[in-house]
């Protein structure tokens, strides 16, 4: 006579070697609601007659499959939700267009004997000014006059050399400038702050088009 702990032994042989014969069955190794009832299944099929199983286990077992079903069924709801927030994030910056955003820093990294290029946001029209290269100590490096009634975003190429006509060494350098506008208003600007001017999705992450490039949004630490 085979007891019940064999039938069981058996039974879970069987579904084991149905597994391995066909492995996308359950590729993973997880059990799922549908691998618990073919278990249930297949122990009732091999049960013994004589000693049937007990009410209060199938009870049981079949509570225990309601209650994963009930699991799987909250797990799916739950990542939906935050599918549906993360979608409602990306596109709730849309609302930024026509903002200012801020990259979190003024400065550039510059290559020894290289042109390094960058791009200043002027909002108002400039009628005089100068835009001032310092090193990391805050030592002025170079300056560059603006050209008047320069406005908008203006792209700078930087050879390089300070006001003596040396080439600096390599490093980040603080880019910033302070100008006047045609009603004569004290300005001040920046590298690292751009209008916003459109929103681009690439694989459900936003881009923002600062100047001629398009950021991350998550790099964005400010947006005014």
Do not use: C
């Not at 549906?84 to 709730?92: D, E, G, K, V």
Request: no cysteine.
């Amino acid at each position: 006579m085979i007891n019940q702990t064999n039938n069981t032994s058996s039974a879970t042989s069987t579904l084991s070697s149905n597994k391995i014969n066909n492995p996308y069955i359950n590729p993973d190794g997880i059990l799922g609601k549908d691998d618990f009832m073919k278990l249930m299944l297949i122990e009732l099929q091999y049960q013994d007659p004589t000693q049937p199983m007990d009410t209060e286990k199938i009870l049981q077992q079949t509570s225990q499959l309601a209650s994963l079903e009930a699991a799987d069924n909250t797990k799916k709801a739950l990542e939906n939700l935050s599918k549906s927030l993360a979608n409602s994030q990306q596109y709730s910056v849309l609302g930024a267009i026509g903002k200012t955003a801020s990259l979190g820093s003024n400065t550039i990294h510059h290559t020894k004997g290289k042109v390094s290029t960058f791009e200043m946001y002027f909002p108002t029209d400039v009628k005089s000014g100068t835009v001032t290269v310092r090193d990391r100590e805050g030592s002025i490096v170079k300056t560059i006059n603006l050209a008047e009634n320069a406005k908008g975003v203006y792209s700078f190429d930087w050879d390089g050399k300070d006001n003596g006509g040396k080439d600096v060494p390599d490093g980040f350098y603080q880019i910033t400038a302070d100008y006047y506008d045609n009603q004569g208003n004290p300005r001040h600007s920046a590298v690292g702050n751009y209008p916003i001017e459109s929103v681009r999705f690439d694989k459900g992450k936003a881009l923002l088009k600062l100047g001629s490039r398009y950021i991350p949004l998550n790099q964005v630490v400010e947006i005014y």
